[in-house]
Nanobody
């Protein structure tokens, strides 16, 4: 049974940095493209960063380019998102999942709330 547990500090000020983490279990972590998604109030969940199974390939939504870095430690079944120069508009619940995971169909963890104050 797949489990994804996201964690990270909840409240930061604009301009600060923050790293969120996700520990996966119940899946063969090192064969999947993984991603970080976020969902802000009143907005659709969006994919903000993705990483290849081995970690050598990454891609970012425009909102995170130059500020976010996704990485993974396959030995620890853990996915990371380093976020720098945070902005109030980065305030969202952040989720990790396989790339292509479907809302309301596939399993999702509880996510971790990130709030950026101005």
């Amino acid at each position: 049974q797949v489990q994804l547990v996201e964690s990270g500090v909840g409240l930061v000020q604009a301009g600060w940095s923050l790293r969120v983490s996700c520990v996966a279990s119940g899946m063969i972590f090192n064969i999947d493209h993984m991603g970080w998604y976020r969902e802000a109030p009143g907005k659709q969940r969006e994919l903000v960063a993705r990483i290849s199974p081995g970690g050598g390939g990454t891609d970012y939504a425009d909102s995170g380019k130059g500020r976010f870095t996704i990485s993974r430690d396959n030995a620890k079944n853990t996915l990371y998102l380093q976020m720098n120069s945070l902005k109030p508009e980065d305030t969202s619940v952040y989720y990790c999942n396989k790339v292509g995971a479907r809302l309301n169909i596939d399993y999702w963890g509880q996510g971790t709330q990130v709030t950026v104050s101005s």
